[in-house]
Nanobody, 120 residues
């Protein structure tokens, strides 16, 4: 199993920045895709940004040019740098990753979520 620990959420004013981190621990062969999702009240969970093991990225249109996803494979950690934050970015942000276990099966793990609130 893989456990994810997220950090970095909080309250920030519009135009401000935050950096989310998500560290994975546990037993696995290797981690494949890593990503961030978010869910605002009354809305469905949506993909914010994703990154493959070799570094290919994809972003939701609403965050392109403002958010940057990165990962440190040696530390099994994924980051989300969020700049120029807007009130509509307010949501609970979840880390998600796909990993290969020692039976060669693809597994998915989710973080517990971290609140990001953008408000003046």
């Amino acid at each position: 199993q893989v456990q994810l620990v997220e950090s970095g959420g909080g309250l920030v004013q519009p135009g401000g920045s935050l950096r989310l981190s998500c560290a994975a621990s546990g037993t696995f062969r290797y981690i494949n895709n890593m990503g961030w999702y978010r869910q605002a009240p009354g809305k469905e969970r949506e993909l914010v940004a994703g990154m493959t093991r070799i570094g290919n990225t994809n972003y939701a249109d609403s965050v392109k040019g403002r958010f940057t996803i990165s990962r440190d494979n040696a530390k099994n950690t994924v980051y989300l740098q969020m700049n120029s934050l807007k009130p509509e970015d307010t949501a609970v942000y979840y880390c998600q990753l796909d990993y290969i276990d020692f039976t060669s099966r693809i597994r998915t793990s989710w973080g517990q979520g971290t609140q990001v609130t953008v408000s003046s």
